[in-house]
């Protein structure tokens, strides 16, 4: 089993910028696809990013890319999200999630995180 925990989400003002960290324990990431999704209110959970175990290959949601960046320090077990010129529209719970394959199943990663809030405002 892998247990990942969020943290870094809050407040922030549109144009500002938030780091999303996302902590592993139980099994080392080393091997995992690791993503981030998101769920904005009443909408449908959404892909954000994903990076391949060894950090090579990443790619990005069409809303997001140029914005935010996805790495990880597998030493550390962790992996981030640094979010930059933010909207509101980017305003949802965040998810860090875990998969074996790359490219990850989208629709069907295999551990989650329980998310973090991020709130834009204008």
């Known amino acids: 089993q892998v247990q990942l925990v969020e943290s870094g989400g809050g407040l922030a003002q549109a144009g500002g910028s938030l780091r999303l960290s996302c902590a592993a324990s139980?099994?080392?990431?080393?091997?995992?696809?690791m993503g981030w999704f998101r769920q904005a209110p009443g909408k449908e959970r959404e892909f954000v990013a994903a990076i391949a175990w060894s950090a090579t290959s990443t790619f990005y949601a069409d809303s997001v890319k140029g914005r935010f960046t996805i790495s990880r320090i597998n030493a550390k077990n962790t992996v981030y999200l640094q979010m930059n010129s933010l909207k509101p529209e980017d305003t949802a719970v965040y998810y860090c999630?875990?998969?074996?394959?790359?490219?990850?199943?989208?629709?069907?990663?295999?551990?989650w995180g329980k998310g973090t809030l991020v709130t834009v405002s204008s």
């Open positions: 139980g099994r080392t990431l080393r091997t995992y696809t």
């Open positions: 999630a875990a998969d074996p394959s790359w490219p990850p199943p989208l629709d069907g990663m295999h551990f």
